[in-house]
C-alpha cells in the first residue's frame, strides 16, 4: 500500500508540473533576519517568482500556515559517504559496493528530510555521481558541492599540492579540501608549512575555487587566514589573537560543535578499532565537546567573524545534523536569529552561493522548509522539519501524511 501511495504522489506531481505553487505561511524566516506574516510564496519554475500579492487562479496551493517556514538549511561540512556497514561497524574493507551505496542513499534521504537541502561535502571520490543523481532528480537528496578527494600528505612540495589542485579541478571538484593540522584526536597540531598552504589556496583562488582547510591549531588557523583560503573547519584551539585576524581577512569560521564529536561518543563501539579511533583518541574527543564549546563561546565575542554552519556529520550522524543548532543556542549561547541566519543566508554566501540558495526572496532556488514549532523559540523545534521542498519540488509533507520518496526511519527528536 505504501509504494502504491508513493506512486500516487508521484504521479500526482507530474500530472501538477507547470503549474505555479503557492506556500500559504503565517511566521517566515527569510533567512538574512527578516521575519514575515501571513504571506504567500510564489514558485515557478522550480525557483521563487515572489512573495505577497495575489495566488495565481490556478495553483498548486500547500498550506503551511501551522508551521515556521525558513529557507532549506544549510550544512557546509558533511560526508555523506561514511556510514555503519550490515554489521553496524564503520570503515568495513570487505562490505560489497551495492550495500555501501544504498547506505549513502539512505544518508542523503535522511539529510534532505531533516530540512538540510544543501550539503557541502569534503570530501569522497564517489560523491560526484552522488552529486549528479542527486542533481537530475533520480536520487532524493540535498544539492552537493564535492572536493572529491581532500588534500592530505604533508610530505608534498608546494608544486605537487598546486598540480593536485589543478587535477581536483578536471576531476570535477567543486572545490578544494586542504588538511593542515593533526585530527583533535591527536592533538591538533599544524602539518604543512606556510608556503604549502599557500600553494593550495592561491592555485585554488585563480583557477575559481575556493578552499576549505581542516585547521584546529591557533598556528594553523592564523596560516590558513594569511594564505587567504576560504575557511577554517574545526579551529578547536584558536585563540582570540587568531579570530581577530580571522575576522579581518574575511576568513569564515566553521566550528563544528553540535554533532561530530558527540556521534562519535554515541557510536564508539561501531568505530573502535578504526585507525586512530583508539582509547587515546576517544579520550581526547571527550575532552573537545568541552573544548570546542568554550572556543565557540569566545569566537562569537569576535562580531565581526563569519561563523558559518557546518557539522562535520560523519557515520550516525546524517539526519541530525539540526544539533548543530540546538547546542549552538542552547549551550553556546549564540542567538537563535543568528544561528539561523548561519544555517542559511550566511552559509550560502560562503559557497557563492548566495544568489541562488540560504534566503527567500524572488529569483532563489524554492530550497523552502516548514518546521513543527519555532526554532527561534524552540531550538528543539529545528529537529522537527516536516515540510521539505528542494527546487521546486516537495520531497516531504509529513503535515498531510506523505512523502515523495523512501523514508529510512523514524525521525524523533534528539
Known sequence: MKQILVFIIAAMAALAQGRPIVLRTATLYDGKGKTLHNTIIVVEGGKIARIGGPAPANAVTYDLTALTVTPGWID????????????????????????????????????????????????????????ESTARGILPGPRILTSLQPITNP??????????????????????????SKSIREGGE???????INA?????????????????????AKAVSVAGCTSVEHGAYVTDEVFDLMAKNGTYYDPNIGLVLQNYLENKAKYFGVGNYNEEGFAFMEKGVAITLETFKRALKHKDLKIIYGTD????????????????????????????????????????????????????????????????????????AVFVMKGGKVFENEARGSKVGWHPGSKGSW
Open 76 to 131: 557546509t561540512h558533511s560526508h555523506l559517504s561514511y556510514h555503519f556497514d550490515n554489521n553496524d561497524r564503520y570503515g568495513a574493507r570487505d562490505e560489497p559496493p551495492f550495500q555501501a551505496n544504498l547506505h549513502i542513499a539512505e544518508n542523503a534521504v535522511a539529510t534532505l528530510e531533516a530540512g538540510f537541502t544543501t550539503i557541502q561535502s569534503p570530501g569522497a571520490a564517489l560523491d560526484k555521481d552522488l552529486r
Open 155 to 180: 610530505s608534498w612540495d608546494p608544486d605537487k599540492m598546486r598540480a593536485t589542485v589543478r587535477e581536483r579541478k578536471q576531476q570535477g571538484a567543486d572545490f578544494i579540501k586542504l588538511f593542515a
Open 190 to 196: 599544524i602539518t604543512l608549512t606556510q608556503e604549502q
Open 200 to 220: 593550495v589556496c592561491g592555485e585554488a583562488k585563480s583557477l575559481g575555487l575556493r578552499t576549505i582547510v581542516h585547521a584546529h591549531s591557533a598556528e594553523s
Open 313 to 384: 556529520a560523519t557515520a550516525g550522524a546524517h539526519g541530525q545534523n539540526y544539533r548543530e543548532f540546538i547546542v549552538r543556542v542552547r549551550d553556546g549561547g549564540q542567538e537563535h536569529m543568528q544561528a539561523l541566519i548561519s544555517a542559511t543566508s550566511l552559509s550560502a554566501e560562503s559557497l557563492n552561493l548566495g544568489n541562488q540558495v540560504g534566503s527567500i526572496a524572488a529569483g532563489m532556488q524554492a530550497d523552502i522548509v516548514g518546521f513543527d514549532g519555532d526554532p527561534l523559540k524552540d531550538a528543539y523545534a529545528a529537529g522537527r
